[in-house]
């Protein structure tokens, strides 16, 4: 959810590893986060990805949008590709395990359509069941060290991994997306794969939640926004241009779409945070809430 590869800076512990076959096709990696958040509200920008998170401190909220109220979450959350900027609300401390998704790789662990869920955060008991979400917590919060969980939950979601109808379909058509950071027509998708666009939409929003045509301006843009230099001015139209995007207005319309931020304002926060910690492990994507 909010960065790669292993840190400890300032009170905060992040671990992060892959994991093996099969489930490598499904994961980006496999994380432990234990510290100080670095502000007291995050805000997350949508990306191409799902996450779950198994929460092992205090409870902490999240805000889907300004037209959702704030909801707490005690056990952990799973979230599906979203659309739109989440708000996450930390306690002083906090303690997780979780998972990064591909965004096509939650759907096997998942009871219902994805779609269901889209832009509505769940508690893990609601996707996996009370008992069993308790039993894991259990064992997580006694085991030795970080390294020590991540096997623990990897091992959980090799239990849960079963056969998902349509998942190679998604899979492919969402990797030739990605590959294009989002820059290919989607009707070329559904002929390569010898399917009715009718019938890729309708399997993508059953196991990513949202449609092909959707999940290609997540990625444009998650590449665009994370391949912007914020320590130099950015000319906004030739990032634009740059992009593919018809053009700086339209640019700008995407933006307030995916963050309900200015390109301008954004930079502005961005700044703020790399100023206010520097080198910090959530440093790549986050942001500080107004």
Not at 255 to 277: C, D, I, K, N, Q
């Amino acid at each position: 959810m909010f960065g790669r590869g292993i840190g400890d800076t300032v009170g905060v512990e992040y671990v992060s590893r892959l994991p093996r076959a099969p489930l490598d096709g499904l994961i980006d990696d496999l994380y432990y986060l234990e510290g100080a958040s670095p502000y007291a509200r995050l805000m997350l920008p949508p990306s191409p990805a799902a996450f779950l998170m198994v929460n092992l401190g205090a409870p902490f909220h999240i805000r889907s949008g300004t037209d959702i109220e704030t909801a707490e979450y005690a056990d952990g959350c799973v979230v599906t590709t979203p659309t739109r900027a989440l708000q996450f609300g930390y306690p002083l401390w906090t303690r997780s395990v979780g998972v990064h998704f591909k965004p096509w790789g939650l759907a096997p662990f998942l009871p219902m359509p994805a779609a269901e869920l889209c832009d509505r955060p769940v508690t893990v008991e609601q996707v996996w069941g009370s008992p069993a979400v308790a039993e894991l917590r259990d064992r997580l919060a006694t085991a030795d060290g970080p390294y020590e969980m991540l096997t623990l939950l990897e091992q959980e979601l090799m239990r849960r991994l079963g056969e998902t109808a349509g998942l190679g379909l998604v899979r492919h058509a969402s990797s030739v997306i990605a590959a294009t950071s989002g820059a290919v027509a989607i009707g070329d998708l559904s002929v390569a794969a010898g399917v009715s666009s009718t019938h890729l939409a309708q399997r993508f929003k059953e196991l990513i939640g949202v449609t092909p045509k959707r999940l290609a301006r997540s990625y444009r843009f998650t590449a665009t926004v994370l391949a912007i230099d914020f320590s130099e001015p950015i000319d906004w139209g030739e990032v634009a241009g740059g992009a593919g995007y018809f053009d700086q207005a339209h640019f700008g319309h995407e933006f307030r779409a995916f963050t309900g931020l200015t390109p301008s304002r954004y930079a502005e926060v961005r700044r703020r945070f790399l100023r206010e910690h520097p080198d910090h492990v959530l440093d790549s994507w986050p942001l500080p809430a107004d």
